[in-house]
């Protein structure tokens, strides 16, 4: 099992920037390939950006490219993803996910974190 938390959401105004982590514990971190999503209230989860497990390749959705970073820490099991440029449509839960290198699916999932932006 992997056990993962989230943290850094909040509500900040449109053009400001938030930095989300991801705290991950359980198994080996360098295991899994990461990935954040969202999800807006009435919508379904959709994807925002992952991260392989050396933090060497990035991948992003076109709604958040040249606007998020996603990035990794293998020694402290974390990854982040920074936002900035907010936007009111940025508003949603988002969600850290982990896929083991075996897998074809997003393996374990967080709580979720708020981000809240204001316009």
């Known amino acids: 099992q992997v056990q993962l938390v989230e943290s850094g959401g909040g509500l900040v105004q449109a053009g400001g920037s938030l930095r989300l982590s991801c705290a991950a514990s359980g198994r080996t971190f360098s295991n899994y390939a990461m990935g954040w999503f969202r999800q807006a209230p009435g919508k379904e989860r959709d994807f925002v950006a992952a991260i392989n497990r050396s933090g060497g390749t990035t991948a992003y959705a076109d709604s958040v490219k040249g606007r998020f970073t996603v990035s990794r820490d293998n020694a402290k099991s974390t990854v982040h993803l920074q936002m900035n440029s907010l936007k009111p449509e940025d508003t949603a839960v988002y969600y850290c996910?982990?896929?083991?290198?075996?897998?074809?699916?997003?393996?374990?999932w967080g709580q979720g974190t708020q981000v809240t932006v204001s316009s």
């Open positions: 996910a982990a896929r083991h290198y075996l897998s074809r699916e997003y393996d374990y």
